[in-house]
């Protein structure tokens, strides 16, 4: 488990760069950090860039979008890769909370109000950022990473990359044509 001053700083980090960074569509954020052996990615992007909307799929074309969007960030390697040395541990993300069919389980009864409240906020309405969390083990320690996503999701232009690692704190912009993380 990460300890707690660097939980309190990655959560710090966090909360600087969402009041620093608005929600603007084509500009994503990727927060790194290490603990030991563990490494956490985590990415928080318009929902506009990877489904192209912003609120639960109405039209079969839109779930059929959310689904491969879906197998595609469960796919790793569609998002950042690292080092052989480096396997993932776990992942995590918020795009369950617009599948219509989880919505309906009971296990989601408070998401789905909390889903239908934030789409009935007028002004949220149209909003709205999908996190994505990887946890990876590495044996030894990472010099780079590459943000794969910025192959396919063509609508976002820039991702805001911070770092926090054993050794030294970092961010760097990073864009399709230039994509490598180097700590
Ligand atoms: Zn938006």
Request: charged content about 20%; overall charge neutral.
């Given at each position: 488990?990460?300890?707690?001053s660097l939980?309190a700083?990655?959560?710090?980090?966090s909360?600087q760069?969402?009041?620093?960074?608005?929600?603007v569509?084509?500009?994503?954020?990727?927060?790194?950090?290490?603990?030991?052996?563990?490494?956490?990615?985590?990415?928080?992007?318009p929902?506009?860039?990877?489904?192209g909307?912003e609120?639960?799929?109405?039209?079969a074309?839109?779930k059929?979008?959310?689904?491969s969007i879906?197998s595609?960030i469960?796919?790793?390697?569609?998002?950042?890769?690292l080092p052989?040395?480096?396997?993932l541990?776990?992942?995590s993300?918020?795009?369950?909370n617009?599948?219509p069919?989880s919505?309906e389980s009971?296990?989601s009864?408070?998401?789905k109000?909390?889903?239908?409240?934030?789409?009935e906020?007028?002004?949220?309405?149209e909003?709205?950022d999908?996190?994505?969390?990887y946890?990876?083990?590495c044996?030894?320690?990472?010099?780079?990473?590459?943000?794969t996503?910025?192959?396919?999701?063509?609508s976002l232009h820039v991702?805001n990359?911070?770092w926090i690692?054993?050794?030294?704190?970092?961010?760097?912009?990073?864009?399709?044509?230039?994509?490598v993380?180097r700590?």
């Amino acid at each position: 488990m990460f300890r707690r001053s660097l939980l309190a700083a990655l959560l710090c980090l966090s909360c600087q760069a969402v009041v620093a960074q608005k929600h603007v569509h084509g500009d994503g954020q990727l927060l790194i950090a290490q603990d030991q052996q563990q490494w956490q990615f985590q990415f928080i992007l318009p929902a506009a860039d990877l489904l192209g909307f912003e609120y639960v799929p109405e039209s079969a074309e839109q779930k059929e979008k959310l689904k491969s969007i879906v197998s595609k960030i469960e796919n790793v390697e569609e998002m950042i890769r690292l080092p052989r040395y480096c396997t993932l541990v776990s992942m995590s993300h918020s795009l369950f909370n617009l599948n219509p069919q989880s919505l309906e389980s009971t296990h989601s009864h408070a998401n789905k109000h909390a889903i239908t409240a934030h789409v009935e906020q007028g002004h949220l309405r149209e909003h709205l950022d999908i996190k994505i969390t990887y946890i990876f083990k590495c044996k030894n320690t990472p010099d780079s990473a590459v943000a794969t996503v910025m192959e396919w999701a063509s609508s976002l232009h820039v991702l805001n990359a911070q770092w926090i690692t054993n050794e030294q704190q970092g961010a760097v912009k990073l864009k399709s044509s230039s994509a490598v993380i180097r700590f």
